[in-house]
């Protein structure tokens, strides 16, 4: 019966949508239940004991739906929290940057990565360990961006502000001569456009979400979890706080309509 139950997602937001839409193309037979903690985001600038105590009472609230795998749909939480809660439950887990770093080293030509994501995820360094680890010779470029997640939660995406603040970020990695670029943050898929017009069309961007949703495909088919029956979906969205708000930005992401999402207090629950 285990095949037949959920995936839980989380993120600090709106963000792991974009691996959830990953997960609903790649592997459409599969039930979704996604926590989105809208309350406490943003992550990216909170210290690494806070994103894990905030990761493991998710994984406690997923854990309580009966899913049967986790993935962090966070670049900051899996780079300051998969580590430590992957032994403390028994449940298998993925996060987001070992499969976006991996696809980064594969893909470079001339060894030179950027990457771009919240501070947090910048400063545990934990893409240039896990790069330099695969390849030595490889020389990572990071810059945290920190206004790119509150201008895509206003629906900025597409917006002169938005190209301007992209600019300034990126222009300093760009003197590195990259040829590859990884978003390093959940969020940042959603301004590919605008930052494709700022690196031009030589630069590979990488997007650790679609590498995700492959992971999480071959963890389910090694553990031999995954749901192969054309199953009744029911996926189920919960946030901390704004669950309309949520429910509209998710309506214009998924490729399925999300018709209920709901509050719940994590803390109490979790
Ligand atoms: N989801 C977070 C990440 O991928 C970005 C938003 C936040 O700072 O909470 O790092």
Do not use: W
Not at 44 to 60: A, D, E, M
Not at 63 to 70: D, E, R, T
Not at 106 to 128: A, C, D, F, L, M
């Amino acid at each position: 019966m285990i095949n037949k139950a959920p995936i839980g997602v989380f993120d600090s937001g709106v963000g792991g949508l974009t691996v959830v839409k990953e997960i609903m193309n790649q592997i459409p037979g599969e039930t979704i239940i996604y926590f989105g903690d809208t309350a406490r985001l943003p992550y990216g600038s909170k210290s690494g004991k806070t994103v894990i105590t905030y990761t493991r009472q998710i994984i406690r609230f997923l854990m309580s739906k009966g899913v049967k795998a986790i993935v962090i749909a966070c670049n900051t939480a899996s780079a300051f929290a998969l580590e430590t809660v992957k032994s403390e439950f028994d449940i298998p887990m993925i996060g987001v940057v070992t499969p976006g770093a991996k696809v980064a080293a594969k893909t470079t030509r001339n060894g030179r990565i950027g990457v771009i994501g919240t501070e947090g995820t910048i400063q545990s360094g934990i893409y240039n360990e896990y790069l330099s680890r695969t390849d030595s010779r490889l020389e990572v470029f990071g810059k945290a961006c920190p206004l790119f997640v509150p201008l895509v939660e206003e629906g900025l995406m597409d917006d002169p502000v938005t190209l301007e603040m992209a600019r300034r970020y990126i222009s300093e990695i760009l003197e590195h001569q990259i040829d590859t670029l990884v978003l390093g943050c959940t969020h940042y898929p959603l301004l590919r456009k605008t930052i494709r017009k700022v690196v031009g069309e030589d630069i590979v961007l990488v997007n650790p979400a679609y590498e995700t949703a492959k992971s999480l495909v071959e963890v389910l088919t090694e553990k031999g979890i995954r749901n192969d029956s054309t199953p009744k979906l029911n996926h189920k969205f919960y946030v901390s706080d704004g669950a309309e708000k949520f429910k509209r930005f998710a309506n214009t992401i998924l490729p399925c309509e999300v018709m209920e999402t709901k509050d719940i207090n994590i803390e109490e629950l979790g």
